[in-house]
């Protein structure tokens, strides 16, 4: 038996939050998810599954590319200040 210890962000049908999930099972297009956080088990659609991972994928790209624009305060003041 193959055992793969997969983790996909999806949304908590318990309790509701954009964690991981471990993938523990899956039979055909459905897969058996357990909750990272609240340790409740979920079965969804791998569909389902990958397009919420490629848009939290998304997002996370977007959040790292806004951290990536923000202007660099270079120098100035007196950096070493002691405490
Ligand atoms: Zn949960």
Redesign the pocket.
């Known amino acids: 038996m193959e055992r793969r210890d997969l983790t996909r962000v999806y949304v ?1 049908p ?2 509701q ?1 954009h ?1 991981p999930h471990t993938v523990r099972a899956q039979n055909g297009n459905v897969y058996a998810i357990v ?1 990272n ?2 340790r ?1 088990g979920s079965l969804v659609k791998g569909e389902a599954l990958r397009q919420h991972h490629v848009q939290w994928e998304e997002e996370l790209r977007q959040i790292l590319d806004s951290l990536h624009d923000w202007p660099r305060q270079g120098g100035g003041g007196d950096g070493k200040s002691p405490p």
């Open positions: 908590c318990s309790c939050s964690t909750c956080q609240c409740m």
